[in-house]
């Protein structure tokens, strides 16, 4: 069964730490893997990572994925109150051919950055 | 602009009701998706439509009944929900079949089923 696995569950650090958020999973066809941040409604897009070893970054967010081992990771430098969220990735591939692709998330990660 | 428009934003219904829940894009995208999400869980994919067709039913009750009218658009008819669907719903787009694209998410639609 496809499956995509965060950890950990919930996590609380003080303001200016580092912190590295990990998702893993076990999809047939793998495509790509979506990082999103979800606060209080829409999950908002960070990155896209489709090829391993690759370093996506923006600001103090970055993200690289590990096809060999499957999975990803997402890390924040020098974190913020603001960015007190749920982190959720998402893997995507298709089920039949000629048919869109499915995007399954996994369980999140509850962030709590505190002064 | 990558924005994806739902509406309303909160909704209120009883379970003979009849609603329906919008969302709008004007991006281009050819896939949009319906995910379900409750209390602190993560999406749970219901629909998707590929080129104004439905590709992806993912078991969905019949009292959902997804519409999508043209490129732009997707429906959610709802009619003789349970409170059990109460739960915030998300629309998305993505540009095409989407299987290297990003997947954008609008506001949702809170529903509460009374």
């Known amino acids: 069964e496809d499956k995509v696995v965060q950890s950990p569950l919930s996590l609380v650090v003080h303001e200016g730490d580092t912190v590295t958020l990990n998702c893993s999973y076990e999809?047939?066809?793998?495509?790509?893997l979506l990082w999103y941040k979800q606060e209080k409604k829409a999950p908002t897009f960070l990155f896209m990572l489709?090829?391993?070893?690759i370093e996506k970054k923006s600001g103090r967010l970055s993200s690289i994925l590990d096809k060999k081992e499957l999975f990803s990771i997402l890390n924040i430098t020098a974190t913020q109150t603001g960015d007190s969220a749920i982190y959720l990735c998402?893997?995507?591939?298709?089920?039949?051919?000629?048919?869109?692709?499915?995007?399954?998330f996994g369980t999140g990660t509850r962030l709590q950055v505190t002064l | 602009d990558t924005e994806v428009t739902q509406t309303p934003k909160h909704l209120v219904m009883g379970m003979t009701n009849k609603k329906s829940l919008k969302c709008e894009q004007h991006?281009?995208?050819?896939?949009m998706y319906w995910y379900k999400q409750k209390a602190k869980k993560p999406p749970e994919l219901m629909f998707v439509?590929?080129?104004?067709?439905?590709?992806i039913n993912e078991s969905v009750p019949s009292r959902f009944s997804p519409e999508c009218p043209n490129s732009s658009l997707l429906n959610l008819h709802l009619h003789a929900l349970q409170p059990e669907d109460s739960a915030l719903y998300l629309c998305?787009?993505?540009?095409?079949?989407?299987?290297?694209?990003?997947?954008?998410f609008g506001q949702g639609t809170r529903l509460t089923v009374v």
């Open positions: 998305a787009s993505s540009p095409d079949r989407g299987l290297n694209t990003e997947a954008f």
């Open positions: 999809v047939t066809n793998f495509r790509s």
């Open positions: 439509y590929s080129y104004e067709k439905l590709s």
């Open positions: 991006m281009g995208h050819r896939a």
């Open positions: 998402a893997v995507r591939y298709p089920i039949n051919t000629g048919t869109a692709s499915k995007l399954t």
């Open positions: 489709t090829s391993s070893g």
